[in-house]
């Protein structure tokens, strides 16, 4: 059980937008920057977004991130077949004095 | 560039230890916290420690404490992990990545098999 709850799947067909949420606390989310972090099949996961809603240079404007309370959200717009991945979104904990990560959220390109 | 390169994986018995290691380069070590995640076969992430840049300050998860350490080296430019009295449950890619919360970059991964 994941402390930041996030969907396990979502999909969409090319050139869609679709959202992935993540849910979390006061302690989390609430209070510290959200991160957005993507995993292609057997690679190491990279950063897609930081501080909430910054993208890290080399990454497509199709790809942004929000937050509003306790929650955030990753929306990919223009959606292509090499996007699909697992992605996770993370936080710091206040509670736990540590970083917790969502479960992740397989996006499937139809 | 930036690179983080692990080293130290394999197969160990339950009970037993492994120190995995990250030779960072590219980057000025010593402005930066760093982190080790590891993510088991078929799952999610799960962080596991972070160190200060200069070492005075860890944190690590409550699924590791008293067993794993995080150290660094900063001459060496590397962070270590010492992993003790491991368990089956502890198998796991384990990756070291640059930074305590903005964890960017990351290396490519060790795997950690502790099996009997």
């Known amino acids: 059980q994941s402390v930041l709850t996030q969907p396990p799947s979502a999909s969409g067909t090319p050139g869609q937008r679709v959202t992935i949420s993540c849910a979390g606390s006061s302690s989390n989310i609430g209070g510290n920057f959200v991160y957005w972090y993507q995993q292609l099949p057997g690679t190491a996961p990279k950063v897609l977004i930081y501080k909430n809603n910054q993208r890290p240079s080399g990454v497509p404007d199709r790809f942004s991130g929000s937050k509003s309370g306790t929650s955030a959200s990753l929306a990919i717009s223009g959606l292509r077949s090499e996007d699909e991945a697992d992605y996770y979104c993370?936080?710091?904990?206040?509670?736990?004095?540590?970083?917790?990560f969502g479960g992740g959220t397989k996006l499937t390109v139809l | 560039q930036v690179q983080l390169v692990e080293s130290g994986g394999g197969l160990v018995k339950p009970g037993g230890s492994l120190r995995l290691s990250c030779a960072a380069s590219?980057?000025?070590?010593?402005?930066?916290?760093m982190s080790w995640i590891r993510q088991a076969p078929g799952k999610g992430l799960e962080w596991v420690a972070y160190i200060s840049p200069s070492g005075g300050i860890i944190y690590d998860a409550d699924s590791v404490k008293g067993r794993f350490s995080i150290s660094r080296d900063n001459a060496k430019k590397t962070v270590y992990l010492q992993m003790n009295s491991l368990r089956v449950d502890d198998t796991a890619v384990y990756y070291c990545?640059?930074?305590?919360?903005?964890?960017?970059?990351w290396g490519q991964g060790a795997l950690v098999t502790v099996s009997s």
């Open positions: 993370s936080a710091w904990d206040d509670s736990l004095s540590g970083v917790v």
């Open positions: 590219g980057f000025t070590f010593t402005d930066y916290y």
């Open positions: 990545a640059r930074g305590g919360d903005w964890l960017d970059p």
